[in-house]
């Protein structure tokens, strides 16, 4: 490990080998497809990328192909590429729309349905204090008040206690982004992709001093610079981050439509304070998959139930199993609140998996090169939205990792707040544990996170 040993609580365990089938994992790009550039594992390279979900695609590219580096880049990946939360979630938001232009971007508006009327009320009060700070922001949303039912049926959420239209959303397919992103590396003679290959343990190179050793299955491989695109996995290889990126599961279904199947305008966010008993709001959301005909297509992929989850899925690092409480809560509990023209009844799915995120303790990602680890840098711990900021902090990662100024044209500026320094961790560790206070859910509306 690197200088840091030992399990620590909370500590991530390697992706399981078996996870439970995503949806979004359906169409696997051949090419990719147990994909080894070369058939042994390199012995040396000036860079190792682990992971290859968004965080590790978009570094890749970053170096590769923004910055144009001469350099031997390594990438691995303990399963299929794009195999964790990346290849789990259905999707991104217009920050991607610029890195990616050659990618449809499907546009279209987002209903956050209150279930709730103080949470509503609070979600209006946040929106009038922002009308103040940032008014362009402001304008992207509509406030539709209780008082207006018939705009909420039109919504198709009659029964909810208001709701806030967020006028643009965008969404994609992140696996598929991913994988044009990768394959467009493949190519590239300096860039060498070895999947299937878990990286065991990080460790000071006994025989080239200052550079590290990365163990795997296959063989053992030395670089002066490490970049741990983990995510939620991160505290495997860098267990002094067990307590600062906690992994954390979560749960998604592909729901079958009544038939005839209805066309939804928007995707929606359901929320509610939390129920009697429990410790954590509703925080369930929702895409449709494009209807087909009157009777195929336009699967629900619904997400969320995770207050149901034991321990609100804080520290459950396997995505290799269900929660059937929460799967049943996804298949009976999606109308209501949407109207689907039909009777309330249990819906059936096609998919439902698993996905690991990565909480961090302060609720920032971290991203840096990692104090007293000279050479290891972290880009992780999105606290479940990493969709957003991923790709450009991961592009900021790669400008530090090529010792490139800050500031300049193309070049990402990362917020201070998710730089990595002693400061912070030390400032970070004075905060509740995520196990204690049971991550921001648990944080915001108090409560030990014991599930139910
Ligand atoms: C159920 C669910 C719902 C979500 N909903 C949203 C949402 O609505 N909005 C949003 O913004 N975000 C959401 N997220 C979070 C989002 O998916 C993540 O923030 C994002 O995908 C993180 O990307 P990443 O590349 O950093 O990590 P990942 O995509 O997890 O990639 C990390 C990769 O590293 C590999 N790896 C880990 N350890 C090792 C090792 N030791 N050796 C080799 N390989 C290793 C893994 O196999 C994995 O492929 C959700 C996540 C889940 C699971």
Request: proline share 9%; with cysteine; net charge neutral.
């Amino acid at each position: 490990m690197a200088s840091d040993t030992g399990p620590r609580t909370n500590q991530a365990g390697l992706p399981s080998a078996n996870p439970t089938s995503s949806y979004w994992l359906r169409e696997p790009n051949t090419l990719l497809l147990g994909h080894r550039s070369t058939p042994d594992l390199p012995e040396e390279a000036d860079i190792v990328i682990i992971g290859s979900g968004i965080t590790g695609a978009f570094a890749a590219r970053s170096l590769l192909q923004d910055y144009s580096c001469n350099k031997k880049v390594v990438m691995l990946e303990a399963r299929e590429a794009c195999g964790g939360a990346t290849g789990r979630v259905m999707e991104a938001t217009a920050s991607l729309s610029s890195m990616a232009p050659t990618q449809p971007i499907t546009l279209s508006g987002g209903v956050h349905a209150f279930m709730s009327t103080p949470l509503f009320q609070t979600a209006v009060a946040q929106i009038d204090s922002l009308t103040k700070t940032h008014p362009f922001l402001a304008s992207q949303l509509e406030v539709i008040l209780p008082t207006n039912p018939s705009k909420l049926a039109r919504l198709r959420a009659p029964n909810c206690h208001g709701a806030i239209i967020q006028k643009t959303a965008a969404s994609l397919w992140p696996y598929k982004l991913i994988a044009h992103i990768l394959t467009s590396l493949l190519p590239n003679p300096n860039f060498n992709l070895q999947t299937n290959t878990p990286v065991l343990s990080l460790s000071p190179s006994p025989s080239s001093p200052g550079k590290h050793q990365i163990l795997t299955p296959r063989g053992t491989l030395t670089t002066p610079k490490v970049l741990l695109a983990t995510n939620g996995y991160t505290s495997h290889l860098l267990p002094s981050f067990s307590d600062l990126i906690v992994p954390v599961r979560g749960q998604i279904s592909a729901i079958v439509p009544p038939s005839p199947v209805q066309t939804l305008t928007h995707s929606y966010l359901f929320a509610a304070d939390p129920e009697k008993g429990q410790h954590a709001p509703r925080d369930d959301y929702l895409v449709q998959r494009p209807v087909l005909t009157p009777d195929s297509g336009g699967e629900m992929i619904y997400g969320g139930g995770r207050r149901l989850a034991l321990r609100l899925g804080l520290g459950q690092y396997n995505d290799d199993e269900l929660e059937l409480k929460v799967a049943h809560y996804l298949r009976s509990n999606l109308s209501p609140p949407l109207d689907l023209g039909g009777k309330d009844e249990e819906l059936p799915a096609t998919y439902e998996w698993t996905g690991v995120m990565g909480y961090s303790r302060d609720s920032n990602a971290w991203v840096g090169e990692v104090p007293s680890h000279r050479g290891i840098w972290v880009c992780a711990g999105y606290t479940g939205h990493g969709m957003p900021s991923a790709a450009l902090s991961a592009r900021a990662v790669a400008a530090q990792m090529l010792g490139l100024p800050e500031s300049g044209q193309g070049h990402a500026r990362l917020p201070e707040e998710f730089k990595i320094t002693e400061e912070r961790i030390n400032r970070a560790r004075q905060g509740a544990k995520l196990e204690d206070c049971g991550g921001w859910e648990g944080a915001y509306f108090s409560g030990p996170a014991d599930g139910e």
